[in-house]
């Protein structure tokens, strides 16, 4: 019978969205987009995994582009 391995430590990583920047927006012309990064947060530091960006006008949802 071979022994009982002890499993690894558990790891605690969490992905957070950073603070939106502004940013211009080619559609609209305007200021109005943001953008900012995806951080992953582990014990050995901070990386930064990806980015997310939106706009404040193009990007409404789809209930409020319905009025009129």
């Not at 947060?41 to 930064?48: D, E, F």
Request: charged share 20%; net charge negative.
């Amino acid at each position: 019978m071979s022994p009982r391995r002890t499993p690894p430590p558990l790891l605690t990583i969490h992905v957070e969205a950073g603070p939106p920047r502004p940013d211009w927006c080619r559609t609209c012309k305007a200021h109005t987009r943001f953008t900012g990064d995806v951080l992953l947060l582990t014990p050995a530091g901070v990386a930064i995994v990806g980015a997310y960006a939106g706009c404040e006008i193009c990007d409404e949802p789809e209930e409020v582009t319905g009025r009129g």
